[in-house]
């Protein structure tokens, strides 16, 4: 095997395994296993800080973090005629209002007591 040939094939190999390790997703996170031990605080600092909060009359907070949506494929699908009398049409689907929602409830001490997502 000459010399560019190996070189391409370390090339090769090496953007497959770069490709296979991008693509690997984390696992989901076990929240039954956090219930009890897992503090408002660590909640921030892995989440950032909660998007809605409402205070309960037991004391009790429940906070609610809206998840990002994966980003979807957006298109442009239109007419349009350029000349004396020009016009143009257009429609762009996608976007609208997002609803994907981790909510965690916390004790008066800060701890996890329940939690519930929708997506």
């Not at 921030?44 to 004391?59: N, Y």
């Not at 996608?94 to 965690?104: A, I, K």
């Amino acid at each position: 095997m000459n010399r560019a040939a190996k070189f391409s094939l370390l090339v090769i190999l090496a953007l497959t395994v770069a490709f296979l390790t991008g693509c690997k997703t984390p696992p989901p996170i076990d929240w039954d296993s956090r219930v009890g031990h897992y503090t408002y605080d660590q909640a921030v600092t892995e989440l950032g800080p909660p998007d809605r909060q409402a205070r309960l009359s037991d004391g009790k907070a429940v906070y609610k973090w809206y998840v990002q949506p994966p980003v979807a494929p957006r298109f442009n699908s239109g007419m349009s005629y350029y000349g004396n009398n020009g016009f143009g049409a257009g429609q762009t689907p996608g976007g609208g209002y997002n609803n994907e929602m981790l909510q965690l409830t916390f004790d008066t001490d800060g701890k996890l007591t329940a939690w519930s997502k929708n997506y």
